[in-house]
T-cell receptor, first 114, second 108 residues
Framework: DTEVTQTPKHLVMGMTNKKSLKCEQH?????MYWYKQKAKKPPELMFV???????INESVPSRFSPECPNSSLLNLHLHALQPEDSALYLC?????????????FGPGTRLTVL | AQRVTQPEKLLSVFKGAPVELKCNYS??????LFWYVQYSRQRLQLLLR??SRESIKGFTADLNKGETSFHLKKPFAQEEDSAMYYC??????????FGKGTKLTVNP
């Protein structure tokens, strides 16, 4: 399996809901990433996990809570989101965290916050 | 911090014409640069990287340290090249920083 998968594809939630995004890869990659992409904008890095440990948090609000239960799985827990959090959330993985490693992206979860 | 500039938000060419998507970077060390592409309704994917010096789908990119540029070129554009193109330098030890992107449209 050489792809990053993300579920769900689409998610609509209210501001008081709690939901989770899931990302999975079976390429043996040890680095995983969450990005947020607004329409017609480039992806913006949110979190980096390296060897299942959080190594970078780009000052993301605490209503976004990442979790890496094992080397193949990455979750993003969502709680009390705002309408401006509506975006495409991309997961990526790379063999190792580092400048020169290609990142492999999932198809994204399109999130709408009402 | 590393920065990259993609001066053209939109670029439109006709099929068969040459195309050049510009990318200028600021980087004090020896840079590694990537071009990522996002076709309509497809996932973001690596197109090519400086260090490998490969030509992918007819695209090439040469690092010009004097001009601090990493422009993406293709001699004969095809309609299927229509996509969003992002230049991406490393942004630190574990980060990529994407440029604002250039939307390329190849007209028939």
């Amino acid at each position: 399996d050489t792809e990053v998968t993300q579920t769900p594809k689409h998610l609509v939630m209210g501001m008081t809901n709690k939901k989770s995004l899931k990302c999975e890869q079976h390429m043996g990659h040890r680095a995983m990433y969450w990005y947020k992409q607004k329409a017609k904008k480039p992806p913006e890095l949110m979190f980096v996990y390296s060897y299942e440990k959080l190594s970078i948090n780009e000052s993301v609000p605490s209503r976004f809570s990442p979790e890496c239960p094992n080397s193949s799985l990455l979750n993003l827990h969502l709680h009390a989101l705002q309408p401006e959090d509506s975006a495409l959330y991309l997961c990526a993985s790379s063999p190792l965290a580092g400048d020169y490693n290609e990142q492999f992206f999932g198809p994204g979860t399109r999130l709408t916050v009402l | 911090a590393q920065r990259v500039t993609q001066p053209e938000k939109l670029l439109s060419v006709f099929k068969g014409a040459p195309v050049e998507l510009k990318c200028n970077y600021s980087y004090s060390g020896s840079p590694e640069l990537f071009w990522y592409v996002q076709y309509s309704r497809q996932r973001l994917q690596l197109l090519l990287r400086h260090i490998s010096r490969e030509s992918i789908k007819g695209f090439t990119a040469d690092l010009n340290k004097g001009e601090t540029s990493f422009h993406l070129k293709k001699p004969f554009a095809q309609e299927e090249d229509s996509a969003m193109y992002y230049c991406a330098p490393p942004g630190g030890s574990e980060k990529l920083v994407f440029g604002k992107g250039t939307k390329l449209t190849v007209n028939p």
